[in-house]
């Protein structure tokens, strides 16, 4: 599998503050960008994702921005809430292909 | 509409015993996905199988494990002879198409298997 490596590991927020994490990839076919929630006990759900023929796309709280050139996407959260507090992948796939490719993860604690 | 259900949710096993891990996809989804998961780690793909088919088993050990889609019942995920490396979290998820899509993929809260 391609490498794939988000930063940071863990991450620190006040309430109403500005979460970002980061991701990077190596495989330039890469066509379809998500980003995964996950809860203690829970699987993985998908938050937000973009396609590459867009360079940024907001649903709420949560926007993704897109760099082809960098190979980067980074996933941003507004306004950011205690009960956001969970663990985050970025998992960079083939939108035609099975299987996704799951970033190390971000543990983001966002305190009241 | 029940989402993908995985059971058991917890399973101890012995070194040596064989693991049984259920998953019963979404209704309306034929294709079903393994992930594992060690702690503090990303998961990793395992197994892609469609109702009496494996399409893409690139992520499976080559020995101990297995896994089918029947065209009747859940899907299986058999670990043979389970050792202590096999301790993680194991998650299946399922879509309605082959590939991604907006839906993206279903996952189940997965099985926790401790090998003692």
């Known amino acids: 599998q391609q490498q794939v490596k988000q930063s940071p590991q863990s991450l620190i927020v006040q309430k109403g503050g500005i979460s970002i994490i980061n991701c990077a990839y190596e495989n330039t076919a890469f066509d379809y960008f998500p980003w995964y929630q996950q809860f203690p006990g829970k699987g993985p759900a998908l938050l937000i994702a973009i396609r590459p023929d867009v360079s940024e796309k907001k649903e709420g709280r949560f926007t993704i921005s897109f760099n082809k050139s960098a190979k980067q996407f980074s996933l941003h959260i507004m306004d950011s809430q205690p009960g956001d507090s969970a663990t985050y992948f970025c998992a960079p796939t083939l939108w035609a292909g099975n299987m996704l490719t799951f970033g190390g993860g971000t543990r983001l604690m966002v305190k009241p | 509409n029940a989402g993908v259900m995985q059971n058991p949710r917890h399973l101890v096993r012995r070194r040596g015993q064989e693991a049984r891990l259920r998953c019963s996809p979404m209704k309306g989804h034929s294709h079903v996905y393994w992930y594992r998961q060690l702690p503090e780690e990303g998961l990793k793909f395992m197994v892609y199988?469609?109702?009496?088919?494996?399409?893409?088993e690139s992520g499976m050990p080559k020995e101990r494990f297995s896994a089918e889609f029947p065209k009747e019942g859940p899907s299986i995920l058999r670990i043979q002879q389970v050792v202590r490396g096999d301790s993680a979290a194991y998650f299946c998820?399922?879509?309605?198409?082959?590939?991604?899509?907006?839906?993206?993929?279903?996952f189940g809260s997965g099985t926790r298997l401790t090998v003692v």
């Open positions: 998820a399922s879509s309605p198409i082959e590939g991604a899509s907006d839906y993206g993929y279903t």
């Open positions: 199988l469609q109702k009496e088919n494996i399409i893409d």
